[in-house]
């Protein structure tokens, strides 16, 4: 495979960075799979300014990530939680990966803040890459791209 033999302005791993690529958008999704909701909460476990929760909260809801769902404490005026959406469900295994790579590679020997347990029984949860007929690849080496082609009538992007 050659630079010249793909668009890479139609890469996936660039658009997705493009919409969560940013430090704070995937903290902001760490706490939302942690079940934390709200505005305050999120800026009080983030540390993050006020600004930047802001705009990274907005990117998120624009891109359908999470949805704004009004609700009003007692004696208080009305305020938005943010909770993820299918669209960022389908993100989880991406965080749970750069978990288990900074585990592996960050973390001290035996420090791992975070240990995910399937629910139902207990186990220590891992990602696995599986092909289509169930097979688990150990990494990279065990792949091979196939580069689709860009759509008839479809200009090559520079």
């Known amino acids: 495979m050659t630079d010249a033999s793909w668009d890479r302005s139609r890469c996936s791993v660039a658009g997705t960075l493009a919409v969560v690529g940013?430090?704070?958008s995937l903290l902001v999704l760490r706490e939302a799979f942690l079940g934390v909701r709200r505005f305050a909460d999120l800026q009080r476990v983030l540390g993050a300014p006020k600004a930047v929760?802001?705009?990274?909260?907005?990117?998120?809801?624009?891109?359908?990530?999470?949805?704004?769902?009004p609700y009003r404490a007692?004696?208080?005026?009305?305020?938005?939680?943010?909770?993820l959406t299918e669209k960022g469900l389908d993100l989880y295994p991406t965080l749970v990966a750069?978990?288990?790579?900074g585990d592996r590679?960050?973390?001290?020997?035996?420090?791992?803040p975070v240990e995910l347990r399937h629910r139902d029984c207990g186990e220590p949860v891992r990602l696995a890459l599986v092909c289509g007929a169930g097979h688990e690849l150990s990494g990279a080496r065990e792949v091979r791209p196939r580069i689709q082609p860009v759509a008839a009538g479809e200009p090559p992007s520079a």
């Open 22 to 24: 940013e430090k704070w």
């Open 105 to 112: 590679w960050l973390a001290e020997e035996g420090d791992r």
């Open 74 to 83: 007692e004696g208080e005026r009305q305020r938005h939680e943010y909770r």
């Open 53 to 69: 929760l802001t705009d990274r909260l907005a990117t998120l809801v624009e891109q359908g990530i999470l949805r704004r769902v």
């Open 98 to 101: 750069l978990m288990h790579w």
